[in-house]
């Protein structure tokens, strides 16, 4: 026993060592948070002496901060729901028909995973332009989940595939037709795939920093990765401030994963070993 | 994926049979061409999203790159090749490849071992592995531009939390100017991008280390392999498809850096961080030659194209074929 934790000793010191570099850089930003910049520029790595809560509270209370929430929350619900619903539809016809073209069409998808989305960004920005969608939700919810399709096909397809085939005719036998199959039984069969891709499409949609940045010229509209850019640029001078801005930002990601954690990385870990 | 798949309690009752079916040709025919239209039918909804907001613009990019135009109207200036030539004679664009492919290289030969070697830890019984498993993951589900204000404060020179504890530690002379020197800020973005990258790949490699079947290891131990004798004969072979699969992300992902270092440089300084997303915003969005910035993007993705289906071709495609995958699927 204790020569196995003499072996062990190095191993753990290795752990521990990587998680100090990865926690610090955080709780340094929540400590900050709790300075104020005058102290946190005569005290910078010690414990707040006294404890702000000004910065934290002072961003809560202000209602910018909540609108960038609800914003990036809308926008990556709305994402995620459309990008489920289409890529269902689309991965229920690959999985369960023989169709002429099924392959051809199978392999345009997947090649929507090669490409960086900074090669459409141009034009697509152009496009959305002619179409009237800059300063519009739409023109953001709309080309991420198109994006987004390639990915949640080819693991909603490989999640409908494993429904045995006897589940199907005998739902034809009791007089459903594709559509009543695909919403009665897959569908309902399905929760734990839905579950899985709409968790990544809502942390990619969360994340999105580019489009946003293209689409949105005006505050109205901004995601949280926006507002923190320009929060910095704005309050450059009251650095506790930021930090706490940027704790405050990082907690709903943070939050979500907590809860979605299993979901999330069995999902990218299937995604990329499917793709 | 795991899951129960339950019969459902509706089926299997209460069936009734079929009428008598007519099979003449023409009927079946008909059925045919109907089957056809329904399974297209469910493909209508993505098809359109996937063409209208991801193959057109690429086309149009494609297109656009022969003109010199300032992004409005519909371009006119034919030019033929001239914006590749001068992407040619760009040593901001020439640095950017090379940029992209030492972030590959650093990569490749320090991020991914070390995610590897992360992996191979935590994939032992050790105490607290599922809170280390988490820690070293959480980077990932920041965004990029969160990720880059943090480290751009925590690298800010002199007052910065890096320069404050390299000082009071009396190594100042490791401290310096990070993101604002021309000769580190590449290595400091690297060191923010391992940060935040380096426990996706450790994740997928623990997965892959999972699939491996427990007795292979024990037959080795009997053949009297020691640790290093197992983990190079038969932890990394079997955890080649993997690896390979993290090195493509991995690849895919340097080609298209683009919020980091907008956020924390904007490509400065003076260039020297430039990536070649950020060249193609500079001149797409700040500089209205969008002929030109739209020639980048074809770079890009012929860059991606040709990397993909290289990589498809010659190193991806052993994994259809090798015992390995056979091994990994039966291990699932």
Known sequence: MSRKTARNLPL?????????????????????GFKSTDQLSRNPI???????????????????????????????????????????????????FAFRGREVLFTLFTMGLMFPFAVAALPLFLLLRSMGLLDNPL?????????????????????????????????TLDGCGPLGFFWRVLL?????????????????????????????????????PIGVQQYQGQYSADTARVFAYLVLAMVPALAFYSVAERQLVGGLTAGATKG | MTSTFLPDKRTGTDVDLPPPSEDHARGRARRRARNWLTAVGFQVPALVLFIVLVLLPILFALYAAFFRWGGFGMPSDYVGVDNFTRLLDD???????????????????????????????????????????????????????????????????????????????????????????????????????????????MMLYLAGLQSIPAELNEAALIDGAGPWQRFRNV????????????????????????????????????HHSETMAVTMFQYGFKRYQVGYASAISVVMFGISLVFALAYQR?????????????????GK
């Not at chain 1, 521990?16 to 955080?26: Q, R, T, Y």
């Open chain 1, 46 to 96: 010690g414990l707040p002496d006294p404890w702000v809560t000004g910065n934290y509270t002072g961003i809560l209370g202000a209602g910018d901060f909540w609108r960038l929430v609800g914003n990036s929350t809308l926008i990556a619900v709305a994402t995620a729901v459309l990008v489920v619903a289409v890529s269902a539809l689309s991965a229920f016809s690959f999985a369960r």
């Open chain 1, 188 to 224: 309902p069969m399905a929760r734990p795939a839905l579950g899985t891709v709409s968790v990544l499409a809502v942390v990619t949609s969360w994340n999105n920093f580019l489009l946003p940045l293209l689409v949105f010229t005006d505050n109205t509209w901004w995601t949280l």
């Open chain 1, 139 to 171: 023109g953001v919810i709309l080309p991420q989940a198109a994006f987004g399709l390639p990915m949640t096909i080819i693991i909603l397809r490989g999640f409908f595939r494993q429904i045995p085939g006897e589940l199907e005719e005998a739902a």
């Open chain 2, 235 to 270: 932890t990394l072979p079997l955890l080649a498809p993997t690896l390979r699969i993290s090195v493509f992300l991995s690849v895919i992902g340097a080609i298209q850096l683009f919020d980091l270092v907008w956020v924390v440089t904007q490509g400065g300084p003076d």
């Open chain 2, 91 to 201: 040593p901001v664009f020439l640095g950017d490849l090379w940029r992209c492919l030492v972030l590959v290289l650093l990569s490749l030969a320090l991020q991914l071992p070390f995610a590897l070697a992360m992996a191979v830890l935590l994939n032992q019984k050790t105490r607290g592995r599922a809170v280390y498993r988490m820690l070293f993951f959480a980077p990932y589900v920041l965004s990029e531009a969160i990720t880059g204000v943090l480290f751009s404060m925590i690298f800010a020179p002199d007052d910065g939390l890096a320069d404050r504890v390299l000082g009071g530690v009396g190594l100042d002379g490791l401290g310096g100017e990070w993101f604002a020197d021309p000769s580190m800020v590449m290595a400091t973005l690297f060191l923010v991008m391992t940060w935040k990258y380096f426990g996706f790949h």
């Open chain 2, 314 to 330: 010659f190193v991806l495609r052993r994994d259809l074929e090798g015992a390995t995958t056979t091994m990994r699927g039966d």
């Open chain 1, 12 to 32: 753990h010191l290795v752990l521990v060592a990587v998680g100090a570099a990865m926690a610090v850089p955080l709780i340094y930003a929540l400590l900050s």
